[in-house]
Nanobody, 123 residues
């Protein structure tokens, strides 16, 4: 069992940057593959980025590749999503997800979810 708490969301202008964080209350953080998903108003929850248990493998959606970077800090049980060159279409609720045995790009690949942090990008 793990509890995930996101933070760092906010309002930013297009072209700006923002970093969201997720702290996991896991005894052994390295047992969890981590990911970020986002959900816009009235839309499905979509994959953004994922990082493997050791941090050596990362996945990104095509829409954020080369603009967003996912990383993890085992000392702080934290996963980060650095978002640069933000666009209005990046607006949404950003959710942190975790799983011990699966590592993928769909919501079915993760069994644990945070409550989300809102990111709004103004044009």
């Amino acid at each position: 069992q793990v509890r995930l708490v996101e933070s760092g969301g906010g309002l930013v202008q297009a072209g700006g940057s923002l970093r969201v964080s997720c702290v996991a209350s896991a005894r052994t953080f390295s047992e969890y593959a981590m990911a970020w998903f986002r959900q816009g108003p009235g839309k499905e929850r979509n994959f953004v980025a994922a990082i493997s248990w050791t941090g050596t493998t990362t996945y990104y959606s095509d829409s954020v590749k080369d603009r967003f970077t996912i990383s993890r800090n085992s000392a702080g049980n934290t996963v980060f999503l650095q978002m640069n060159s933000l666009k209005p279409e990046d607006t949404g609720e950003y959710y942190c997800a975790a799983d011990t045995s699966r590592f993928g790009v769909t919501t079915d690949d993760y069994g644990y979810w945070g409550q989300g942090t809102q990111v709004t990008v103004s044009s």
